[in-house]
C-alpha cells in the first residue's frame, strides 16, 4: 500500500495563531495535492504541487495559507492567522505523476478554538 | 464549474442488503468518475473508477457504470457486510490531472448485523 504520511494528526489553535502542518508524499511521487475536509463531509480542493512547483490553488490558498514543497520528499501547508472556519481535516495525496490514482495520507485534524 | 451530487446522505442497512448510492454529475468536457471510500481515521482510498460511456468499475464486490445519458455513475453492493460501514464518495475529474478531484458530500453508510 502507498504510505503517504502526515504530521501531526491532531493540531490545536487558537485564534489568531499560525498553523503549519506537513506531508511526506509517497516515495517517487511528483504530484502532491492538498485537500480540506470540515465535518467528515466534502473534501474540497485546496492546492495542487507538480515537481515542487504550484500549479494550481483557489483563491483562499493564495490569501490566506501558504504552501511549499521544499524538497520532493516533504511538502508543507500552513495558514497564516488561523480563523473558527478554518477548523477542518487536512488531507494531503500524492500520485507518480499528475495523471495517474492518487494516495491520501490520514490527514491532520486541525481544530481552531 | 463541475459538480457531483450524491442524493443519500445517509444509509443504513442490515447485513446482505442491497446497496444502492446515487451519484449525479455535471462537467464540462469528459470526466472520468470516481468512488472513494473512507473509514474513521483515514484518508479516502480509490475502489475504482471508469473515463467512458458504458464503462463498468468494480472493486470488493461494489460496481458502477458509467452513464453519460443520465450522466450518472451509481454505486452498487448486492450483498453488503458490516465491515462496508463507511463514508463513500463520488467524484469526478476533467483534465489530464486526476489528482484535482471534485467530490460529492459524501454518504455514510451503516450495515447493522
Redesign the interface.
Known amino acids: 500500500d502507498a504510505a503517504?504520511t502526515q504530521k501531526p494528526r491532531y493540531l490545536i489553535k487558537m485564534k489568531g495563531q499560525e498553523a503549519e502542518m506537513k506531508c511526506i508524499p509517497e516515495k517517487g511521487h511528483t504530484?502532491v495535492?492538498w485537500y480540506q475536509q470540515k465535518q467528515?463531509?466534502?473534501?474540497?480542493?485546496l492546492i495542487?504541487f507538480q515537481n515542487q512547483q504550484p500549479l494550481?490553488q483557489i483563491d483562499m490558498v493564495k490569501e490566506r495559507f501558504s504552501a511549499v514543497c521544499p524538497s520532493s520528499s516533504l511538502c508543507s501547508l500552513g495558514i497564516r492567522t488561523c480563523e473558527a472556519e478554518d477548523s477542518a481535516l487536512y488531507?494531503c495525496?500524492?500520485?507518480p505523476t499528475?495523471?495517474?490514482?492518487?494516495?491520501?495520507?490520514?490527514?491532520t485534524r486541525l481544530t481552531v478554538v | 464549474g463541475d459538480s457531483v451530487t450524491q442524493t443519500e446522505g445517509q444509509v443504513a442497512l442490515s447485513e446482505e442488503d442491497f446497496l444502492t448510492i446515487h451519484c449525479n454529475y455535471s462537467a464540462s468536457g469528459y470526466p472520468t468518475l470516481f468512488w472513494y471510500v473512507q473509514y474513521p481515521g483515514e484518508g479516502p482510498q480509490l475502489l475504482f473508477r471508469a473515463s467512458r460511456d458504458k464503462e463498468k468499475g468494480s472493486s470488493r464486490g461494489f460496481e458502477a457504470t458509467y452513464d453519460k445519458g443520465t450522466t450518472s455513475f451509481h454505486l452498487r453492493k448486492a450483498s453488503v457486510q458490516e465491515s462496508d460501514s463507511a463514508v463513500y464518495y463520488c467524484a469526478l475529474n476533467t483534465g489530464a490531472n486526476t489528482g484535482k478531484l471534485t467530490f460529492g458530500h459524501g454518504t455514510i453508510l451503516r450495515v447493522h448485523p
Open positions: 503517504v504530484a495535492f467528515s463531509k466534502e473534501l474540497k480542493f495542487y494550481d488531507l495525496s500524492s500520485s499528475s495523471n495517474t490514482e492518487v494516495f491520501f495520507g490520514k490527514g
